[in-house]
């Protein structure tokens, strides 16, 4: 942290009048320890010193009160960053250097990877590149453990969070048989444990710390890793109200890149066991790291998802804002069922694909929202079209999902084969996968736009500017 400049990263301002025993809140002759909650720049290029030093140093401890820089406190209390131009100061985090060696040395105290995913965006939140190298140090390290040569095989405990988006009707069992299918296709096959919970309801959180205290023993690493927004930081700070209050608490947002550098957290294993938490992984492949702050509230997901369901026929087209499309290009059938589980702040529209072409001209940006503005769509990149083939056995249940990392899924149940279309922006990845939920909505979405109050604000704005146009016509 630092108090100078209040327009960069890391600004504490000081409280005043200082009594006669204040202190400095933060000594600048040596580097912050590892257990600083609010992490500085020296954080996160890695220079981490072990917190051996837990005296209490700042007036804010002894109030009880945590310290917390600006940055932290806009974003706990107004859920946004401080000073956004800032934040293209900050270095980027180097997982590869700084996380990953750690998790995989051959010798030291046991790793546990705690891999953090968001249920509801379950293939973009994986941390692809922790699995592959978690995957590969497995294999490695039992076959040395097997030729008596020293290898620290790391634990993976795979946390399945944010699991109260999803409808209550699922099957815990159908859902943990869906989630151990979908980490092997990624890699992820050798796991120690699955969890599925809710770190804001306290669903199951418990079991998390029992299990994670129960491998790191008394002297273990566990590193919570996942992509940014998976919800690392509320998920530890969950398992540290069931501890007890003597956890160091973590800023948690709506916000990719909240923590910025290495986090060891005190009070939720026992011995020297410790926990850390780590800056998200970036994941450029998710549609929210293109999205303005504004556009990634649209996008969040909050509450339970409700299913919005279209019966649709050939040559008809549904746009989900104006980020993804699909065009039923071929149809072994009369019609398929397409539902779309996403934020319930997107608006949709259902019509003929011969327009589908004039909606980016008309209406992205306005009625379709994300992107908000016309001149944002350029910015989301180029907008480009896969192929998808999609085949079903049966009527009754939606049996495959096209994922958008970031966004959500449309689920599609027919008895025959399709051929769809899909479109978003250029990177943005795009799985096909079973279906997570096979139930649809009980009453079917409409052709043309959705209720919402994004669509009848841009359609009063338009007519607004009809009438104006309209107004100066009749007076010429
Ligand atoms: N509905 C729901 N939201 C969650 C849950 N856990 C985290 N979130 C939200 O997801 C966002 C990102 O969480 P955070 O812990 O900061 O993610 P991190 O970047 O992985 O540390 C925040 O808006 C959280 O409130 C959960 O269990 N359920
Ligand atoms: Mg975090």
Not at 182 to 201: E, F, I, Q
Not at 374 to 390: D, F, M, P
Request: with cysteine.
């Amino acid at each position: 942290m630092q108090s100078s400049d209040q327009t960069l990263p890391g600004f504490f301002s000081l409280p005043s009048p200082k009594s006669p025993d204040y202190r400095a809140p933060i000594d600048r002759s040596r580097p912050l320890a590892a257990d600083d909650t609010c992490l500085s720049i020296f954080l996160k290029s890695g220079h981490l010193l072990p917190a051996e030093d837990p005296e209490p140093t700042v007036p804010s401890e002894r109030s009880g009160r945590p310290l917390v820089c600006a940055r932290c406190h806009s974003l706990r209390h107004y859920g946004r960053v401080k000073n956004p131009s800032a934040e293209n100061l900050l270095p980027d985090f180097d997982f590869d250097r700084m996380v990953g060696p750690k998790m995989v040395s051959p010798s030291g105290p046991r790793t546990v990877v705690l891999m953090v995913v968001d249920a509801a965006d379950f293939d973009g939140s994986l941390p692809r590149k922790v699995a592959r190298l978690v995957s590969s140090s497995i294999d490695k390290f039992s076959r040395a453990w097997k030729e008596g040569k020293p290898g620290n095989v790391p634990r993976v405990v795979l946390v399945v969070t944010k699991i109260d988006l999803l409808p209550s009707s699922i099957s815990p069992d159908a859902f943990e048989d869906w989630v151990r299918k979908r980490a092997s296709v990624w890699g992820v096959n050798k796991l120690t444990g699955v969890h599925l919970v809710s770190a804001v309801r306290n669903w199951r959180v418990r079991d998390i710390v029992d299990h994670v205290r129960e491998l790191a023993g008394v002297r273990g690493n566990v590193w919570a890793v996942g992509a940014q927004n998976a919800g690392k930081s509320t998920l530890i700070n969950a398992m540290g109200r069931c501890v007890g209050d003597k956890v160091s608490h973590l800023t948690e947002a709506p916000v990719p890149g909240t923590t910025l550098g290495i986090v060891r957290v005190e009070g939720v294993l026992s011995g020297q066991a410790k926990l850390f938490d780590t800056p998200g992984i970036l994941h450029p492949y998710q549609i929210t790291m293109r999205l303005t702050r504004e556009e990634q509230k649209l996008v969040h997901m909050s509450k339970e998802l409700r299913p919005r369901t279209y019966r649709i026929q050939a040559r008809h087209s549904v746009h989900i804002g104006g980020l993804f499309r699909v065009d039923v290009e071929e149809l072994s059938v009369d019609s398929i069922y397409l539902t779309v589980w996403a934020s319930p702040l997107i608006p949709l529209h259902m019509g003929k694909t011969e327009k589908a072409s004039m909606m980016i001209e008309h209406h992205f940006g306005r009625q379709l929202q994300p992107p908000i503005g016309e001149e944002r769509i350029n910015e989301l990149g180029k907008w480009v079209r896969k192929e998808i083939n999609v085949s079903g056995n049966s009527w009754d249940a939606s049996s495959v999902d096209i994922a958008v990392a970031g966004l959500g899924w449309c689920a599609i149940g027919l008895k025959g084969e399709a051929v769809l279309g899909v479109w978003t922006y250029d990177g943005i990845d795009v799985v096909q996968r079973n279906s997570l939920i096979s139930r649809r909505a009980a009453i079917f979405e409409e052709a043309g736009f959705t209720d919402s109050k994004i669509v009848s604000q841009a359609d009063s704005a338009a007519s607004k500017l009809n009438r104006s146009t309209c107004c100066t016509f009749g007076n010429i």
